[in-house]
């Protein structure tokens, strides 16, 4: 199975580059008709990625944000995603990441670390 999202290579040079602490994280996410969690990775602060409406178009929260070295970060989410392979879920409107990084349901080892 491919896992689609941020490339390894791209991350870790983005994770040196900027300086900021990688950080693995999973945001439940909901409207009037849908509910959903999203996980991935970022070197930003969460806010700062997802604080528009444009960014993020669904109500949310930050269930787990797990910091660490880039590439033990960048090993969770592909192991989470490939863990979760089954749980897929593609919601309705477009942000980035909706196609590979949104599921229906977390696995049991996921909701532990929560």
Known sequence: MKIKGCKKASFLDQAIKNGGQPIFYVLQCWDKE??????????????????????????????????ATAEEVYAMEVQFKTDMDALHYEPKIKFNG??????????????QLI
Do not use: D
Not at 36 to 62: C, D, Q
Not at 98 to 111: D, R
């Open 34 to 67: 849908e509910q959903f969690y999203k996980l991935g990775i970022t070197v930003n602060h969460i806010l700062t990625r997802y604080g528009s409406v444009r960014a993020m178009p669904y109500e949310w929260s930050i269930l787990l944000e797990h910091p």
């Open 98 to 111: 909706f196609k590979t990084e949104c599921y229906s349901e977390l696995s049991e080892t996921l909701q």
